[in-house]
C-alpha cells in the first residue's frame, strides 16, 4: 500500500461491488496489499481470515463478482506459490 488514502479506497470499491450472496458481502474487510498490474487486493477480514480478491472496478450485480479466495490465515496465503496468488 502506498498510502491510508489508497487503502480507504480499495476498502470502499470492495463494499461498491459486493452484491448480496457473494462470500463477503456484509463483512468488514481491510486492504493489506496490492498485486501491481493486477486488480488483485488482499483483505484482512474482522474474523481474522484473509480473502484475495479480483476488483472488476464496477458494480456488481452477479455473487460470483468479485472472485474471491479465502484464506483461513496469512500463513495460508503466503504458502500459496507467487504466482498463483
Avoid at 5 to 17: G, P
Avoid at 21 to 35: D, N
Amino acid at each position: 500500500m502506498t498510502s491510508e488514502t489508497e487503502r480507504q479506497e480499495l476498502d470502499e470499491e470492495l463494499v461498491r461491488e459486493l452484491s448480496p450472496g457473494h462470500v463477503l458481502y456484509g463483512s468488514r474487510a481491510s486492504a493489506m496489499g496490492r498485486r501491481w498490474r493486477r486488480d488483485d487486493v488482499l483483505f484482512r477480514l474482522e474474523d481474522g481470515r484473509y480473502a484475495q480478491v479480483h476488483l472488476t472496478r464496477r458494480e456488481e450485480t452477479n455473487p460470483f463478482w468479485p472472485s474471491t479466495d479465502l484464506f483461513a490465515s496469512f500463513a495460508d496465503w503466503q504458502s500459496v506459490p507467487v504466482e498463483d496468488r
